[in-house]
């Protein structure tokens, strides 16, 4: 099917009757929560079903009319479902998000501003690009710091304590004002954490505000053989991506406030309460807070079932695959461990692919394409897969099957045609020279990527993997990033940035323009 000749509800419909394995969030997995739903899917999906499902939809798609309260100033029953997920997340205040996980990490940075003064903040350079829209609306400039790559691992780790001490240690030395916030990315992308304890002691000490992106790690709270909650650890701020792990719509997410922050941060909680007037919408959607309000119930219900569930599913999976000749599963491979100091999310299924010859996006398009296995994440050497509470036993054996064609139709000999050490380093690192906000805000003009060494950039350029910004704007680029950028689009990974998508035959950046 042609995405360009339909609409969203007809390629809505070709989706669901393809009946995938959807190996990917949202956690639901397109299935319900309770049985005997009101509506069940024909063997064929077609637009007409999907409009009269829309149709009763309406039903309860409503605004803030009386009795229904208001998502920015809550006393109702809003608020009842916000002291539900404190008192399930042990957090000093909850914040229902209907802009994504992006919004709370936006608002966590205003508020860090409002509350602080802060002027710049301790960032990892494996930060969300919504991370780098953040820092241009608040105006802190990034202290960026590089955490440990291992490409075995699907690149960039989190952030270790050494490394942040080291950065405050040398923002004292240059004669600036150390950071008064620090961001976390817990878990990464591919499941992998820390405990934050000792990185909250030492941002404390230096009187900042810590803020953990745990988009990825909603679920930790409550189930089995899994991280800590960042709620656990000292954090002040913690965002969560609700539909990435749990049963709550695509769009939906929660900003926390730390149990201990209140007292330690005067004023943050009014400071969150007005950023996040600030970033979200006024006409909330109650289709989506009724999902999150489902999503705290299944999540209280039996000390977590339905994620516990979700983990003994991925462990057995994980277990099947690394039995396949020439697949490594991370995690489940001497070779390939979890490394010491480091905890990951059985969830987060990462195989490596090195041994079959193919790369990742190769391998993606048999699986998606003839096996009905759609994955979360494709590396250059990896593939993603998320397993929760909603997979089921067949779904399983579908993926178990799926790779084992796969591992069968690649001979050792087989050749990807692509140098793939040429991607599998860190990626460059370009110089700053010109602050975020400034060339974010700056009239900018679209260049060929071939031509635009020694040019400023006014963009986010993001690759996946490891799904880090490889240019910022502000930063200069090089002659390293337009070639490592080139190269990963000839692999066929996701480049995405204003004047690049996979839409797109030709790679054009925007730069800051010379006139400026």
Not at 306 to 317: D, K, Q, T
Not at 474 to 495: H, M, P, Q
Request: aromatic share 6%; glycine share 8%; proline share 7%.
């Amino acid at each position: 099917m042609s995405e360009k000749n339909c609409g969203i509800i007809e390629a809505m419909c070709w989706y669901a009757s393809r009946k995938p394995a959807r190996m990917h969030m949202p956690g639901h997995k397109g299935k319900g929560v309770f049985s005997g739903g009101l509506v069940s899917m024909p063997a064929d999906p077609n637009p007409e079903w999907a409009r009269r499902l829309l149709d009763e939809l309406r039903v309860i798609d409503m605004t803030e009319s009386p009795g229904l309260d208001n998502l920015h100033y809550p006393s109702g029953c809003i608020r009842e479902v916000e002291r539900r997920a404190e008192k399930l997340f042990g957090s000093a205040r909850s914040y229902i998000l209907v802009n994504g996980a992006t919004s709370g990490v936006q608002a966590s940075l205003l508020a860090a501003r409002m509350v602080l003064g802060a002027r710049s903040v301790l960032v990892p350079r494996n930060a969300h690009r919504s991370m780098m829209t953040a820092m241009a609306m608040s105006g802190l400039e990034p202290v960026f710091v590089w955490p440990e790559h291992n490409p075995n691992l699907g690149g960039y780790l989190p952030l270790d304590v050494e490394r942040i001490k080291e950065a405050f240690e040398r923002e004292v030395a240059r004669g600036g004002r150390p950071p008064k916030a620090v961001v976390v990315i817990n878990p990464t992308y591919c499941g992998f954490a820390r405990n934050l304890s000792e990185i909250a002691e030492i941002t404390h000490a230096s009187g900042a505000i810590l803020i953990v992106d745990e988009a990825h790690g909603t679920h930790f709270k409550v189930g089995r053989e899994l991280p800590p909650s960042a709620l656990d650890c000292g954090a002040d701020l913690v965002v969560h991506g609700a539909h990435k792990t749990t049963v709550a719509f695509t769009q939906t997410a929660f900003l926390h406030v730390g149990p201990s922050a209140p007292e330690r941060f005067p004023g943050l909680i009014p400071a969150v309460e007005e950023s996040l007037r600030a970033v979200q919408t006024t006409s909330p959607s109650y289709i989506l807070m009724a999902s999150l309000q489902q999503a705290i119930e299944v999540l209280e219900r039996d000390g977590g079932q339905w994620v516990n569930r979700g983990v003994e599913r991925a462990c057995e999976l994980s277990r099947r695959l690394a039995r396949i000749p020439r697949l490594s599963v991370v995690g489940y491979d001497p070779s390939n461990p979890v490394p010491p100091g480091l905890m990951h999310d059985p969830g987060r299924i990462l195989v490596n692919l090195a041994e079959l010859g193919v790369t990742g996006p190769q391998a993606a398009r048999f699986l998606v394409e003839e096996k009905g296995v759609d994955p979360e994440m494709v590396g250059l050497q990896h593939i993603l897969m998320i397993c929760t509470g909603a997979d089921s036993e067949e779904d399983i054996d579908t993926v178990e099957a799926a790779f084992r064609d796969l591992a069968e139709r690649c001979p050792r000999e087989h050749s990807s045609q692509f140098d793939v050490s040429l991607l599998l380093g860190e990626a460059p690192r370009p110089a700053r020279v010109m602050s975020l906000r400034e060339a974010f805000l700056s009239m900018a003009e679209a260049v060929d990527l071939d031509q635009a060494a020694g040019r400023i950039s006014a963009d986010t350029v993001v690759v996946y993997p490891p799904g880090a910004p490889l240019i910022t704007p502000g930063e200069e680029f090089d002659s390293a990033t337009v070639e490592y950028i080139t190269n990963a689009r000839k692999a066929g990974l996701n480049v995405l940035g204003r004047g690049v998508h996979s839409g797109l035959a030709e790679t054009k950046v925007f730069c800051v323009r010379s006139s400026n």
